[in-house]
Nanobody
Framework: QVQLVESGGGLVQPGGSLRLSCVAS????????MGWYRQAPGKQRELVAS???????NYADSVKGRFTISRDNVKNTQYLQMNNLQPEDTAVYYC???????????????WGQGTQVTVSS
């Protein structure tokens, strides 16, 4: 069984920073692409940032220059450093990963449970 567990959400004032972490645990052979998504009330879930196993990154236009995604392949962990947070960044943030559980097995998609980020004065 594989589990993704996020941490690091919370309440922050506009202009502030937060760092989200997501640890993958369980029966893991290898991890492919990882990413962060967010869903604000009344809106669809959207991609915030993604990172490949070779650490190539991709960002939504709305967060470019403010957010940084990274990963530690030894610790099976990904991070999202969020700087200069704004009220429009308020959402539940979900981590995502494509994980292979054994040699020759398929890459299956997994999601974390979500962590709330609220930006408000």
């Amino acid at each position: 069984q594989v589990q993704l567990v996020e941490s690091g959400g919370g309440l922050v004032q506009p202009g502030g920073s937060l760092r989200l972490s997501c640890v993958a645990s369980g029966s893991i052979f290898s991890i492919g692409d990882m990413g962060w998504y967010r869903q604000a009330p009344g809106k669809q879930r959207e991609l915030v940032a993604s990172i490949t196993g070779a650490k190539f990154t991709n960002y939504a236009d709305s967060v470019k220059g403010r957010f940084t995604i990274s990963r530690d392949n030894v610790k099976n962990t990904q991070y999202l450093q969020m700087n200069n947070l704004q009220p429009e960044d308020t959402a539940v943030y979900y981590c995502n990963a494509f994980i292979r559980r054994g040699v020759g097995s398929s890459l299956d998609e997994y999601w974390g449970q979500g962590t709330q980020v609220t930006v408000s004065s």
